[in-house]
């Protein structure tokens, strides 16, 4: 018997058993990929990209009333549950001062590194109303972003994107000097290297498959600015939070993925040193991953509730 998956946040649509037959009612194609495992359960292979795609793209339309969602096939499927518990801990973090979560356009977040698949700010829109930008240094994977918004003109004024002509940057080229958003949210190239993405890729497709692989699936894979950069996780973060230090006053809450554990510490030391009124680390787990967001603020806690 399957049971709730309890470790994802509370309003989290997905900690219910994926129903297989409500899915293939939106996007028949997937029925192709869905079998019964050794426990009698209907489920994919997840190490199929194509598989993975169209269960994201069912769920989608059936939880988020998202139409024609669909990626190219060199670009990052993510998975949509992770994905939905990094919106909801950012609910919870911009509800501490107040009595309820803040929904509406009147909250305005950004998402740093959309990709193509625009995630984030199609559940972030959907479930709380805010309005939120997407952005990236991939102007391919922008248009892709775009078509899908274009596929749904009943959220396109709500969720925008802009292009990051500079790859260096983060902020900079995004916001001008009037911008205001109540927080940012980015999850980071974790890999330093194309190698080393590649032997992660490898890593987690024989995890799936349980059995000897020598090609690595490109299910986990993607664009070179989804998956690494140099320094990898903790060198694009600390520049994240050298540069936040210029945008204190337009970003209430700045807010982070970060998958290695062992960075924190010197995250938490940067963060120190460039005077962060507040620091949270929020743990998050989906299944037998572990990962967490660190969010900073410097905005006091008094002007916060204004």
């Known amino acids: 018997m399957i049971t709730e998956k309890s470790n994802l946040h509370a309003r989290n649509l997905h900690r219910n058993p994926y129903d297989f037959e409500q899915l293939i009612s939106r996007v028949p194609e997937l029925k192709h990929y869905v079998f019964k495992n050794a426990y009698g359960n209907l489920t994919i292979n ?19 009333d998202v139409k024609n969602w669909d990626i190219p096939d060199q670009n990052l499927c993510p998975p949509i549950p992770g994905r939905a518990d990094y919106v909801h801990y950012i609910a919870d973090l911009l509800s501490e001062n107040l009595k309820e979560i ?19 700010p199609l559940i972030a ?21 775009q078509r899908i918004l274009d596929e749904n003109p009943e959220i396109s004024s709500g969720i925008q994107v802009k292009f990051q ?9 995004i916001l001008n000097s009037k911008d205001k958003f109540t927080f940012s949210m980015c ?26 692989v020598e090609k690595p699936n490109l299910n986990f894979s993607g664009q070179q600015s989804e998956l690494w950069c140099e320094g990898g996780e903790l060198a694009f973060i600390s520049k994240m939070i050298e540069e936040s230090t210029l945008y ?24 120190k040193k460039v005077k962060a ?24 806690q008094n002007m916060r509730k204004g």
């Open 46 to 64: 997840f190490s199929i990209p194509k598989a993975v795609k169209l269960l994201n793209k069912a769920l989608l339309e059936h939880f988020y």
């Open 102 to 120: 803040p929904k509406g356009p009147s909250v305005k977040g950004l998402d740093i590194g959309t990709g193509a698949n625009l995630v984030y």
């Open 125 to 145: 829109h959907k479930s709380y109303g805010w309005e939120m930008l997407g952005t990236d240094i991939n102007q391919t994977s922008l248009e892709n972003a």
């Open 165 to 173: 002509p500079a790859p260096n940057f983060i902020f900079k080229n």
């Open 187 to 212: 999850n980071p190239p974790f890999h330093d290297s194309e190698e080393s993405a590649i032997k992660g890729n490898l890593r987690k497709t024989k995890n799936l498959k349980k059995s000897k």
């Open 248 to 271: 204190s006053s337009q970003i209430l809450w700045f807010t982070c993925l970060v998958s290695k554990k062992e960075n924190l510490f010197k995250l938490n030391s940067l963060l």
């Open 277 to 300: 009124l507040e620091v949270k680390t929020i743990d998050m787990a989906q299944g037998q991953k572990v990962s967490r967001i660190l969010a900073w603020t410097f905005v006091s």
